[in-house]
C-alpha cells in the first residue's frame, strides 16, 4: 500500500535550534508539497516541487524556511532558527499531475513544538 | 485565481442523521474538485473527486457529492451518520495549475 512517509511524527525543540522535516513521496509521483497547519491559519501550502524543481514557496518566510528535493524519494523542510510562532503540524503531499491521476495523497504530519 | 468557501465551522448532528456540508468554490471554467477529510492525529484522506461527467459522484465510507455548477457547488452528503465519521472535513478546488487550494474545513460533531 503505497503512502507518503514523514519523519519526524513528533519533534520538541527549542527556540533557535534547526528543525529538519523529512518526506518520502510515493514513488512515482512527480509533484510533493510542503503544508503547514494551525488552528489559526488552517492549512497554507508552504511550497511545492514538480519533477524535483521548486516552482513556489512564496507562502514560506524565506529568512528562516528552506525546501528542497535532493532526490525524487526526498524532500526536506528546514526551519533555521526556529521560533515558537512556527509551532504547527507539517504535512507533505505528493500526486502524480495529470488527468487521471491528479489525486493528492498526504503524509500522516510531523508535529512541531518550539518552545 | 481560484478560492473555495465552507460557510460551516462546525456541524452537529445525531448518529443516524443524515448530513450536509456545504462547499462553494470560485474558479473561471469547470474545475477539479475534492473532499477530504482528517481524523485527529492523521494526514488527509480523501473521501471523493469530481473531474468531469456525471454530477453526482459516490466516494468511499458511504459519502457522495453533487457538483452544482449554477451554485459554483460542491456539497458532501451522507444519508446516515456513524460515531466514526466524527472527523475534519476538506473541499478543495483546483484549476489548470493543477495546484489545489482547500477551505478552512468544517468540524463534523456526532452525538450518540
Known amino acids: 500500500d503505497a503512502r507518503v512517509t514523514q519523519t519526524p511524527r513528533h519533534k520538541v525543540t527549542e527556540m533557535g535550534q534547526e528543525v529538519t522535516m523529512r518526506c518520502q513521496p510515493i514513488l512515482g509521483h512527480n509533484t510533493v508539497f510542503w503544508y503547514r497547519q494551525t488552528m489559526m491559519q488552517g492549512l497554507e501550502l508552504l511550497a511545492y516541487?514538480?519533477?524535483?524543481?521548486?516552482?513556489?514557496d512564496s507562502g514560506m518566510p524565506k529568512d528562516r524556511f528552506s525546501a528542497e528535493m535532493p532526490d525524487a524519494t526526498l524532500a526536506t523542510l528546514k526551519i533555521q532558527p526556529s521560533e515558537p510562532r512556527d509551532s504547527a503540524v507539517y504535512f507533505c503531499?505528493?500526486?502524480?499531475?495529470?488527468?487521471?491521476?491528479?489525486?493528492?495523497?498526504f503524509g500522516a504530519g510531523t508535529r512541531l513544538s518550539v518552545l | 485565481a481560484q478560492s473555495v468557501t465552507q460557510p460551516d465551522i462546525h456541524i452537529t448532528v445525531s448518529e443516524g442523521a443524515s448530513l450536509e456540508l456545504r462547499c462553494n468554490y470560485s474558479y473561471g471554467a469547470t474545475p477539479y474538485l475534492f473532499w477530504y477529510v482528517q481524523s485527529p492525529g492523521q494526514g488527509l484522506q480523501l473521501l471523493l473527486k469530481?473531474?468531469?461527467?456525471?454530477?453526482l459522484v459516490q466516494g468511499i465510507k458511504g459519502f457522495e457529492a453533487e457538483f452544482k455548477r449554477s451554485q459554483s457547488s460542491f456539497n458532501l452528503r451522507k444519508p446516515s451518520v456513524h460515531w466514526s465519521d466524527a472527523a475534519e472535513y476538506f473541499c478543495a478546488v483546483e484549476g489548470g495549475s493543477y495546484i489545489p487550494t482547500f477551505g478552512r474545513g468544517t468540524s463534523l460533531i456526532v452525538h450518540p
Open positions: 516541487f514538480r519533477n524535483r524543481a521548486p516552482l513556489d
Open positions: 469530481y473531474f468531469s461527467g456525471d454530477t
Open positions: 503531499a505528493s500526486k502524480m499531475t495529470g488527468l487521471d491521476k491528479n489525486i493528492q495523497y
